[in-house]
């Protein structure tokens, strides 16, 4: 369900039973001639969407300001927007803090802008990351008083980790493309992979008559095809699965 949409009693609903609740996360970024520059945050959008035909979510309202740097191209009439990442972790941090306050505990942002290497980071994902880490903590000090985790009531701390209840685990970070699915599929910047996923989950923004080799990065996006792209499309959806703990 979207969240913009959902009455109170649905909220209470998804909170009580524990519905993940998912930030669809990225940029507006040039991405040659022939893909819409919303590609990476489309990507998650339209994977979310149908993930949501499976099972119960919460899907926040998509972020599209994150850190998407001129690499590629100056934004002078290419439509890149770029927001600092010193701008963005004061913002996810009260955005995470009202989630928790809302309830939420099982909270996920997935991103594919420059997520090649999640581990290490780029400015967005390290932004929502630190973010959602600050936010934990200024919450369960606030709920629970300093010295929290000290305190006797907490001696079952590393026992509770192993059974899964985790709270540094209510707001999770993922890429879209882990990198299990980078060994079987393109990673690229508006190349074959990137072109054909688009093909697959959203076609309104490809139009390969605007398509030019000029640039290294798109050569590969000839080969691009629909079919290519539902491949990645089953490979991301069995990765978020698995990042929600679902089976299947």
């Known amino acids: 369900m979207r969240y913009e949409l959902m009455l109170p009693y649905q909220i209470r609903r998804a909170i009580d039973e524990k519905w993940p609740v998912i930030l669809p996360l990225g940029v507006l970024e040039y991405h ?7 590609m990476d945050t489309l990507a998650v959008i339209k994977a979310v969407e149908l993930l949501e035909q499976e099972m119960d979510l919460v899907i926040l309202p998509s972020f599209y300001y994150g850190a998407s740097s001129f690499a590629v191209e100056p934004p002078e009439r290419n439509g890149s927007v770029h927001v600092d990442s010193a701008v963005l972790a004061p913002f996810a ?3 995470f803090l009202g989630l928790l306050r809302v309830g939420f505990r099982n909270v996920h942002f997935f991103i594919h802008h420059q997520s090649e290497n999640f581990a290490a980071g780029m400015p967005t994902d390290l932004a929502f990351k630190f973010a959602a880490r600050r936010a934990i903590f200024d919450f369960l000090e606030a709920e629970r008083g300093e010295g929290w985790w000290g305190d006797n009531s ?3 701390y590393y026992a509770s980790h192993e059974d899964g209840d985790n709270p540094f685990n209510w707001v999770q970070g993922h890429p879209l493309m882990d990198a299990d699915i980078i060994s079987q599929y393109p990673f690229d910047h508006a190349g074959e992979g990137e072109t054909s996923l688009m093909m697959a989950l959203c076609p309104e923004a490809v139009d390969m008559a605007h398509y030019s080799s ?7 996006a000839a080969r691009a095809s629909k079919e290519l792209g539902e491949k990645g499309r089953d490979l991301i959806l069995a990765h978020m699965r698995r990042c929600l703990g679902v089976d299947g």
């Open 32 to 38: 040659s001639e022939h893909l819409g520059v919303g």
């Open 93 to 95: 941090e009260q955005m």
């Open 154 to 156: 907490m001696s079952d």
């Open 214 to 220: 000029e640039k290294w990065y798109v050569e590969s």
